[in-house]
């Protein structure tokens, strides 16, 4: 492992860290959800689309009579928790609700994560993916029979048998490759249209540990075997309901070759060579936001530059110097 990855460390991550008071034990108690509404200190988070109300830079956070006829339209009701003492409710509509536009600016996660105060952002990261779990989840996956909603929105109880359903996460691991020159391997997904480069990730496969799942989504998007997976940190991401699992690795080669299908091209970069990339606007790489993002900038060490600056106009610490390389190898990523 290359001296850079040893002490590899990350700027706190966007949505975690929040102080959330979930209260597991409150909202198992008959009746919580309804006299979290009854209320009046009580806030609530209204979600149209995955997005939300947002003034400056926090939540619009409306209170039940800010609201109004609005909420008996909701298509879901969930308590997520006390900021302060405070109750937060979370509020998915399926069709646009009346009085929408006069709330605030509908942002969505992506948008705000990195404004909005750790509490914030972590209230707004549950509420995203605890209703799109409802949305999909109405009946029972054992016989098809509705799901009734219990415990303040936090599960579904089949109407016929009984079972309880709970929301789900999915843990997906992502890693950053790295060469024995310190240069770092990204790739284009196809979904991104070929000139959006990130890391590797994929969905961690049954009976598979997460090292596992680092080395076997790094040979099959981008056909290059690691060794020394590294776990460095783990971010909620609710798109829908996915926690990521931030790794680190070394390239035992620098040949790469890409899947063809999810991962079009790979290609290795020295710091600066990245810098200019990006600076140009030739290629774009993951936001703030995301683990993938915070890894990047970790080995970068710093901010990258903004398209259409200097490459020199980065914020933060400067790169440490790169070992010279083309910058080139065929091959992909996620």
Same mark, same amino acid.
């Given at each position: 492992?290359?001296?850079?990855?040893?002490?590899?460390?990350?700027?706190?991550?966007?949505?975690?860290?929040?102080?959330?008071?979930?209260?597991?034990?409150?909202?198992?108690?008959?009746?919580?959800?309804?006299?979290?509404?009854?209320?009046?200190?009580?806030?609530?988070?209204?979600?149209?689309?995955?997005?939300?109300?947002?003034?400056?830079?926090?939540?619009?956070?409306?209170?039940?009579?800010?609201?109004?006829?609005?909420?008996?339209?909701?298509?879901?009701?969930?308590?997520?928790?006390?900021?302060?003492?405070?109750?937060?409710?979370?509020?998915?509509?399926?069709?646009?609700?009346?009085?929408?536009?006069?709330?605030?600016?509908?942002?969505?996660?992506?948008? @705000?994560?990195?404004?909005?105060?750790?509490?914030?952002?972590?209230?707004?990261?549950?509420?995203?993916?605890?209703?799109?779990?409802?949305?999909?989840?109405?009946?029972?996956?054992?016989?098809?029979?509705?799901?009734?909603?219990?415990?303040?929105?936090? @599960?579904?109880?089949?109407?016929?048998?009984?079972?309880?359903?709970?929301?789900?996460?999915?843990?997906? @691991?992502?890693?950053?490759?790295?060469?024995?020159?310190?240069?770092?391997?990204?790739?284009?997904?196809?979904?991104?249209? !070929?000139?959006?480069?990130?890391?590797?990730?994929?969905?961690?496969?049954?009976?598979?540990?997460?090292?596992?799942?680092?080395?076997?989504?790094?040979?099959?998007?981008? !056909? @290059?075997?690691?060794?020394?997976?590294?776990?460095?940190?783990?971010?909620?991401?609710?798109?829908?309901?996915?926690?990521?699992?931030?790794?680190?690795?070394?390239?035992?080669?620098?040949?790469?070759?890409?899947?063809?299908?999810?991962?079009?091209?790979?290609?290795?970069?020295?710091?600066?060579?990245?810098?200019?990339?990006?600076?140009?606007?030739?290629?774009?790489?993951? !936001?703030?936001?995301?683990?993938?993002?915070?890894?990047?900038?970790?080995?970068?060490?710093?901010?990258?530059?903004?398209?259409?600056?200097?490459?020199?106009?980065?914020?933060?610490?400067?790169?440490?110097?790169?070992?010279?390389?083309?910058?080139?190898?065929?091959?992909?990523?996620?």
């Amino acid at each position: 492992m290359t001296d850079s990855l040893r002490s590899f460390t990350l700027a706190p991550l966007c949505l975690t860290g929040g102080a959330v008071d979930r209260g597991g034990e409150d909202r198992r108690k008959q009746g919580w959800l309804d006299a979290a509404l009854a209320d009046p200190t009580t806030r609530v988070l209204p979600l149209f689309k995955a997005a939300t109300p947002v003034r400056g830079a926090a939540l619009a956070g409306l209170t039940v009579e800010q609201l109004g006829d609005a909420l008996g339209g909701a298509a879901s009701l969930v308590w997520l928790g006390r900021v302060g003492g405070t109750s937060w409710v979370a509020a998915a509509f399926s069709e646009e609700p009346e009085g929408w536009e006069s709330w605030g600016h509908a942002a969505g996660l992506r948008e @705000v994560g990195k404004e909005l105060s750790r509490d914030e952002a972590a209230l707004f990261t549950q509420a995203v993916a605890v209703t799109h779990w409802h949305s999909v989840s109405a009946y029972c996956a054992r016989c098809g029979a509705p799901n009734e909603v219990i415990d303040a929105g936090w @599960v579904r109880r089949c109407t016929a048998e009984g079972t309880e359903h709970f929301p789900r996460t999915d843990p997906a @691991v992502i890693v950053l490759i790295t060469d024995d020159d310190d240069r770092v391997l990204l790739g284009a997904n196809a979904a991104w249209g !070929g000139s959006r480069y990130s890391l590797f990730a994929g969905f961690v496969e049954p009976g598979e540990s997460l090292e596992e799942a680092v080395l076997r989504e790094a040979g099959e998007e981008a !056909g @290059v075997s690691l060794a020394d997976p590294v776990y460095v940190a783990s971010q909620p991401w609710p798109f829908p309901a996915s926690l990521m699992l931030g790794f680190t690795a070394r390239a035992l080669s620098t040949r790469t070759v890409p899947d063809g299908e999810e991962i079009l091209s790979t290609r290795w970069f020295t710091r600066q060579e990245l810098a200019r990339e990006v600076a140009s606007g030739r290629i774009g790489v993951p !936001g703030d936001v995301s683990v993938a993002g915070a890894l990047l900038r970790g080995w970068y060490g710093g901010e990258l530059p903004e398209p259409g600056t200097s490459p020199q106009a980065s914020r933060g610490t400067e790169p440490a110097a790169a070992a010279s390389g083309t910058g080139a190898a065929t091959g992909g990523q996620k």
